[in-house]
């Protein structure tokens, strides 16, 4: 063979190689002839959850899987969901991307009393459905319950029919005969009679005329059992649009090209009507993710029959999870949860040039207004919701709500958590609402008279500056607040009721930050020990006139992000005994910007506190690009892991939502002259896909945050605990592996190796012949 026909057939091989590299770019490889076709998509199913595992009759049961599309493209996948006997039940054609997953849910009711078997591909699991437990009488006579109660339409017009439907269960072994009576707006309608076998169900059905416009509440009772629900009477040709966003500000948005600004509750007519929300959400930084309904377009027609409450998901939201609560019509947003809780947090620089970390602090809470109870399956409850819309990792470490019945002259708050301090309180303090003063005077740190700002609660903040925007690490620009407060000579308590919020600040800002910081400390000129973020204090002004550093159990936090909070800090203790001016210095790195600051000096009142513990599921919102990877917790019932601040935590990431049910059947009513408030706390971690802006730790689930540690992240001297009760929790909670989604680079840079690897093996020959027959 001559050299030229040795080099032409090395060219085709090399050329074949290049052909195989391409189609790897492209997602494609390959082998052999090529009759197995193109790696498309392939699915896998996994955790086959059923909730709840035991149900009454009539109760729905919800049955959801993982499916995860472990090829490289879009595919369609048909869920079928068989109950008992291989007979199919739903089915359900779901798309998912490739590398992607996504949750399919079925709801199943009216089965029969027995266990039951639910299985989809090869995945089986069981539950059981059982008779309900009598709440009250003896079991051997007949004792009838109330509920499922229903109401259709839940809005109509003046002169329409409304049906009010319930089941009546006989907990009883014999047959009884019982009247169940119709109130509506505490009137008695209808009395209707009904037998009912023991142990049987009998459908009750009432048919009522809609009078005058507005809301007409319900009560059904039979014996001790009661139900209760509303519908809604509105003009004739009018129905209820109620339109929601996840963006945290709400969103600007057109119903048939008018204006209106999210949330909004709008009586519409009857009839066709076009909606169209923003690309994006109003920083531009998120982009629209979808409609309820599971449409993509931010454009969408919709046909107004009777009321209707759509909502708009974008991608991204605040930082940390999204705080949401149920109150009677849809979630209202309520703020950010846990900012404290960033894992993450810079101390200082030590000797070496090493960063050293804070450990941050979980703990949050959060004052629930105007919330409402809900109706789910016959039970009430109430109904919140943490979602996270940020591209985030977050650990939940616990989660309970307080009952505070309390005097109704007096305001109760809570305090917020410090990220420079790890103790935790939920002590709720009260604030005679007749007792509270402004203080004497408010100036900043430019010499601003700004009590005007802070007088009211009108959403007019005082101006503030941002500590990045100093001019160098030993030229800090403080953001100040100087607060007279007047004599406040033999007060027993002192108490300062603030609101106000933190401004971060754009992210650049930070980053150009902490390069000039870097650049200083290269060149030798940061003294060991000197902070990059330095967190906010408060001084007190002594008898000398001086500024005294309060210590650091007793300081001023920085209050929430993104939507304002009001808190109270105790100030009691804090001044010196001979002062005979009580004024404060309160000191701010960051844009601290105060709405309204006041002094209360009442006494502690007596409080009724009850805790309610959540029902909870973990559950995906919606399907995300996020790069987060590692072992989060298996969606389904996460109850048992939000008990105790125990480093058992509920791991979720971008698209995760957590749903906290609190039952509020068992609540004891506040006594005469109490009025009632919620209070939720929560511990929470999270993490975010900077890594610390390279100094710190991948956006993965390990290393795991622990109480006690130093800060994050932590040293190799220190663990998260193994031990043996943490080890199972590992095993029996987080088994939802996601794995990171290579790069362009690192995806070429694998083929590459592969392709090399067949060219290695496929090419020996030639290229031996080519050499042997080229010298």
């Given amino acids: 063979m001559s050299k030229r026909s040795a080099i032409t057939k090395l060219q085709i091989v090399l050329l074949i190689d290049i052909v195989i590299v391409a189609f790897a770019a492209g997602g494609y490889f390959y082998v052999g002839s090529g009759s197995d076709g193109p790696a498309t998509f392939s699915f896998v199913l996994s955790d086959l959850i059923i909730t709840p595992a035991n149900v009454e009759i009539g109760q729905p049961v919800k049955i959801s899987v993982n499916i995860t599309n472990v090829g490289t493209q879009a595919g369609n996948y048909s869920v079928d969901l068989f109950i008992d006997d291989d007979a199919l039940s739903q089915s359900k054609i779901i798309r998912i991307l490739g590398t992607d997953n996504a949750i399919a849910e079925f709801i199943i009711e009216g089965l029969p009393e027995g266990t039951h078997t639910a299985k989809i591909g090869d995945l089986t699991e069981s539950f059981k459905v059982t008779a309900p437990v009598p709440v009250n009488g003896d079991p051997e006579t007949a004792d009838v319950r109330l509920h499922s109660l229903k109401i259709n339409p839940t809005e109509t017009w003046p002169g329409s029919s409304v049906s009010i439907m319930a089941l009546a269960q006989n907990f009883g072994t014999s047959l009884g005969t019982f009247d169940v009576e119709l109130y509506v707006d505490n009137v008695l ?71 209106y600004h999210s949330p909004v509750n709008l009586l519409l007519s009857a009839g066709s009507h076009t909606v169209v929300m923003p690309a994006t959400d109003p920083t531009g930084e998120y982009a629209f993710l979808n409609w309820e309904d599971g449409s993509k377009s931010p454009t969408r027609t919709i046909y107004l029959t009777t009321k209707m409450n759509i909502y708009a998901t974008y991608e991204g939201g605040s930082s940390c999870p999204s705080l949401y609560f149920w109150n009677g019509e849809e979630y209202v947003y309520v703020a950010e949860i846990s900012n404290g809780g960033w894992l993450g947090y810079i101390g200082y620089i030590d000797e070496t040039g090493n960063m050293v970390f804070l ?205 304002a909070r009001t808190f109270i800090v105790d100030l009691t203790g804090i001044f010196p005994n001979d002062v005979s001016e009580y004024q404060i210095r309160i000191n701010n790195f960051w844009n601290v910007t105060f709405d309204y600051i006041g002094i209360d000096t009442s006494p502690q009142e007596i409080l009724t506190i009850q805790r309610i513990d959540p029902k909870a599921t973990l559950y995906q919102v919606f399907s995300s690009p996020s790069a987060a990877s590692g072992k989060f917790t298996r969606y389904g019932d996460v109850a048992q892991l939000l008990l105790n601040a125990d480093d058992m935590f509920v791991i979720g990431r971008q698209g995760d939502a957590v749903s906290l049910l609190f039952p509020a059947e068992n609540l004891a009513p506040p006594a005469e002259g109490m009025e009632r408030t919620f209070f939720l706390f929560v511990a929470d971690w999270f993490k975010d896909e900077y890594g610390n802006w390279g100094y710190g730790f991948d956006f993965t689930v390990d290393p795991l945050p622990f109480r006690s540690m130093s800060g994050f992240p932590y040293p190799l001297s220190e663990s998260y605990p193994y031990d043996e009760a943490h080890l199972k929790y590992l095993q029996e909670y987080n088994t939802r592996e996601m794995k990171a989604p290579q790069t362009l680079a690192a995806s070429l840079a694998t083929w590459v190796m592969v392709v090399i690897i067949i060219m290695a093996i496929t090419d020996v020959g030639v290229l031996v012949y080519f050499r042997k027959n080229s010298q």
């Fill in 189 to 259: 309608v209808e009395t209707k009679t009904i037998p009912i076998f023991g142990g049987s169900t009998a459908p009750i059905t009432f048919n009522v005329v809609a009078g005058s416009k507005g809301t007409h509440w319900v009560k059904l009772i039979c014996l001790e059992s009661t139900l209760t629900g509303a519908f809604d009477v509105v003009p004739e040709g009018m129905h209820t649009l109620l339109v929601g966003c996840t963006a945290a500000k709400g969103a600007d948005f057109t119903i048939d090209g008018k204006p």
């Fill in 359 to 563: 450990g941050g602090n979980p703990w949050d809470h959060a004052k629930l207004d105007q919330l409402k109870p809900r109706n789910i399956d016959g039970k009430s409850y109430y109904d919140l919701l943490l979602s996270q819309r940020w591209n985030e990792i977050f650990y939940l470490d616990a989660a309970y709500m307080l009952a505070v019945d309390h005097p109704s002259d007096v305001d109760v708050y809570a305090t917020m958590m410090n990220y420079m301090n790890p103790a935790f309180t939920d002590k709720i303090y009260t604030a005679n609402k007749n007792n509270i003063k402004t203080p004497i005077s408010a100036v900043n740190e430019k010499g601003e008279d700004v009590l005007f700002h802070i007088s009211k609660l009108d959403n007019i903040f005082a101006p503030g500056n941002n500590g990045p925007n100093s001019p160098a690490w030993n030229n800090i620009i403080w953001n100040r607040l100087t607060l007279d407060l007047g004599d406040l000579s033999n007060k027993p308590q002192i108490k300062l009721i603030i609101n106000g919020m933190v401004d971060w600040g754009p992210a650049q800002t930070y980053y150009d930050w902490i390069a000039r910081f870097d650049a200083a400390y290269a060149k030798g000129l940061v003294p060991n020990g000197t902070q990059i973020n330095p967190p906010p204090y408060m001084e007190v002004k002594d008898a000398g006139g001086n500024w005294v550093r309060v210590p650091d159990d007793r300081q001023l936090p920085i209050p929430a992000d993104y939507v």
